[in-house]
């Protein structure tokens, strides 16, 4: 079992707040993501990094923003909150270069109303 | 441009019963494919990883199959057992990146009936 967390698990906000998604690896990887994913629909990147102060955008716009000041730890923050950002939120790792295999975490629900 | 297509997009089955999914993609140039298990609510986990040469490879339960030619995968679930319900999703890497970019399909919702 992967060594990847998020909290929280299930975040139910109002409309104009910011909120912070955590995510921690204890693996040691170099690169970490975060990807959204609505109900029957497929994973989209919307961001990742390649190590310790190197964030990228993904293919997905978002609004929302990243930081990368430690290696084990990868959060994403909505400076407000709008019933368009309700979806899944699910972070990822992986070690080494080119295509290794992505770790994910079990996901933040969020849902803003 | 590239794209992963999953088939069906459900399927519904009674436990001990055999199934196979199906992965059609048009990821160029192709590095690996790897099918991953999703339970509801949670991430998903990698049951296989299969590169360019190999056709088959299998992990307990599941065989995965490759045909890097007319670019299709496979997922057979042999024995089904209702833990096997969750969502099964074809993705497929390109060599062309350094991050070792993702294609995922919307998956496939697999449910076992008892």
């Known amino acids: 079992e992967a060594d990847i967390y998020q909290t929280p698990r299930y975040l139910v906000i109002g409309t104009g707040k910011k909120i912070t998604l955590e995510c921690s690896q204890t693996m040691g990887h170099d690169k970490m993501y975060w990807y959204q994913q609505d109900p029957g629909m497929e994973l989209h990147l919307i961001h990742y990094s390649y190590g310790v102060n190197s964030t990228e955008k993904g293919d997905l716009s978002s609004e929302s923003t990243v930081s990368r000041i430690r290696t084990e730890h990868f959060p994403l923050t909505l400076e407000s909150a709008r019933p368009s950002h309700t979806s899944q939120y699910l972070c990822a790792s992986s070690e080494g270069s080119g295509s290794r295999e992505q770790y994910f975490g079990p996901g933040t629900r969020l849902t803003v109303t | 441009k590239n794209q992963v297509e999953q088939s069906p997009q459900s399927l519904i089955i009674l436990e001990g019963k055999n199934c196979t999914l199906q992965?059609?993609?048009?990821?160029?140039?192709?590095?690996?494919l790897r099918w991953y298990k999703q339970d509801t609510g949670r991430g998903p986990v990698s049951l296989t990883i299969m590169t360019f040469s190999e056709n088959t490879k299998s992990n307990g339960r599941y065989t995965a199959t490759l045909d890097a030619d007319t670019k299709q995968s496979s997922l057979h679930i042999t024995a089904s057992q209702l833990s096997d319900s969750a969502s099964y999703i074809c993705v497929v890497s390109d060599r062309g990146s350094t991050l070792g970019r993702l294609y995922f399909g919307r998956g496939t919702q697999l449910t076992v009936w008892p």
């Open positions: 992965c059609n993609y048009t990821v160029s140039p192709f590095s690996n």
